[in-house]
DNA sequence: CTGAAAGCGCTAACAG
DNA sequence: CTGTTAGCGCTTTCAG
């Protein structure tokens, strides 16, 4: 078991403060003699010294400790972007707290505020609505920083790190029409979030500048943006139409795995001359048959920016606003 | 801002400890007057009052909160488990910080180490060496649980929850030949993993009552499970045998990607008659034609047992010991 | 160069 | 029923 200071001080017959000098690299400072320092140092050196975060969190009234509260890590793209921010985080020295909502607006509030009571620096979050968003910025008492969704509140200062998801849903479009200009249609996955708005937008940018129909025609909704959400779109458009789609864009990758999922079922496999478009990439997709065109989002960017955002406003000079990243087209001919 | 208990105290004029025992529901059991309870429940209602965790942690050496080592989120493996696992936590009152070593033993004893000075009641790790396993149980001074991984160390003392894998590795080799009799090759990444090891043996075991084959023709090995390897492998199969192999069995569900990717990259596209087996289930695996046998992992039991595990230790009452948790297969016919 | 002391907000024990 | 006190291990400030 590693020491205190404390410990060591009197195992050493010298002052706490000594050995908290040297401990704390300010022997050189404070000119401590280089017999007492090397004492301290082979002390150490045989019996350890881990200092006690707590005490030293309660005293500075800093923890080094972020939150991050993410719908689900089960989705891929969570799952990489909150590695990505650890990783961040770790290098400039700040543990991270991740936890999943599920989608869950009372509980998504109960995991802010566990975060709150451990005192963090700071929390990210993917918020799960608009109010609770606003709910965050309401009560906040820490700096926040908003992570791939924000709902547009209308409260000021809010600091949001976002992908260009309309710029992304009309590239994706855009592309795909260029390969098959029949109707392209579009799963959306609850369509209150921000990030599905977006790319329904950008595809329906691209699509009214070739096509006439009526939107219904193309474009289906489920009220989550989960793997039953796909199937169940799917589901219908199979019973409607007698056929799945010459070419689908889901408005997440759970998405299209839930519409996938129906198909296979429905037809025994996947019809490979089904153009596919997706947001989030995965390497499984590629190996499907099909065509597959699909977005990179830029989960590098993102954590970095996010991570940037907080340490300014941790350190008081918050830059509220939007900031986009831009994500990358991956088109089945490269 | 929510206030300290001493604050609400002096507003009130009532003393800290009054205001503490309305606090933390101990008012009926000193039977603290009505008329100052409704005044502290009156005061708090509007202003708020957040606990202090930092502050209770350091007095009570107790934090809540436990830490979390795998290798990586974006395995979905891990995601999953750590989903699991970090709402088994929060169930009992309990903070999960989770870190990805990325393979890397000295990175992987820094963050044990980041996460003790934080003062972690307890670790669950999924350990990258026989070495860093057992680094962590001789420098151990917080409860241990390691999980899906466990080198089987000779040190003493050591509790650790894993999937019964030479169980899995046996029962999906066997139901695969079932359908095909003819070779069914295996692609291990890092056979030093004892999840690997396991999985290998149970390949071998049920592989050996029908087929003399040498194994050099039928395993391939590569040092790391990443996608890389299984692209080396698949790359190195194909240069030999100048086909894919009749049946494969990949290591992990990350070699597998691997290997399809190379197959994708060589031929363009999957040979559907390809029979494929994998540990840890993936639904776009069942996407492709292929038929893909798969041992689920039971996350939900692993994440259980684990913290219970850990509960027990923390309570001084440790269960040292191998937990073992079946796997189940999904064969493409059910 | 080294030492002493205050205090972060909480819990636990004891004193009225 | 309510109040006082010590102390968790650290940082910070001031005194030698």
């Not at 009560?139 to 209308?154: I, Q």
């Not at 795909?176 to 200009?181: A, D, F, T």
């Not at 990439?281 to 989960?299: A, C, G, H, I, P």
């Amino acid at each position: 078991m590693a020491k205190t200071a404390e410990e060591i001080a009197q195992a050493l017959n010298v002052s706490i403060t000594t050995v908290r000098l040297v401990l704390t690299n300010k022997a050189e400072q404070y000119r401590i003699s280089p017999a007492t320092q090397k004492k301290v140092e082979d002390y150490v050196a045989e019996h350890g010294y881990t200092l006690n975060y707590t005490a030293r969190s309660l005293r500075m009234k800093k923890t080094y400790t972020l939150g991050l509260v993410v719908p689900r890590l089960s989705n891929p793209f969570f799952a990489k972007l909150s590695e990505k921010l650890e990783t961040r985080c770790r290098q400039e020295g700040y543990q991270l707290m991740t936890s999943c909502t599920y989608g869950d607006e009372a509980y998504e509030n109960r995991l802010v505020k566990a975060l709150e009571e451990r005192n963090v620096d700071g929390i990210f979050i993917a918020p799960t609505s608009k109010k609770s968003q606003e709910h965050h910025v309401k009560h906040r008492k820490k700096p926040l920083v908003f992570l791939d969704r924000d709902f547009g509140s209308t409260l000021p200062n809010i600091a949001a790190i976002v992908t260009d998801n309309l710029d992304a849903g009309f590239t994706l479009t855009d592309a795909m029409l260029r390969q098959q200009p029949s109707p392209v249609h579009f799963f959306a996955g609850n369509p209150t979030l921000p990030t599905i708005v977006a790319r329904m937008e950008g595809y329906r940018q691209a699509i009214t500048s070739v096509e006439k129909r009526r939107e219904d025609d193309l474009i289906s909704c489920s009220p989550y943006d989960a793997i039953d959400d796909g199937e169940l779109m799917m589901n219908a458009f199979i019973d409607r139409h007698g056929c799945t789609p010459k070419a689908l864009i889901a408005s997440s990758l759970t998405v299209m795995e839930g519409a996938l999922f129906a198909v296979k079922n429905r037809l025994g496999a996947i019809p490979p001359e089904m153009n596919i478009g997706t947001f989030d990439e995965y390497v499984m997709l590629s190996f499907l048959t099909n065509s597959v065109w699909s977005m990179r989002q830029d989960k590098e960017a993102l954590a970095a920016n996010a991570f940037n955002a907080m340490e300014e406003q941790i350190a008081g000079r918050p830059k509220f606003g939007l900031q986009v990243c831009r994500a990358t087209l991956m088109s089945p001919l490269s």
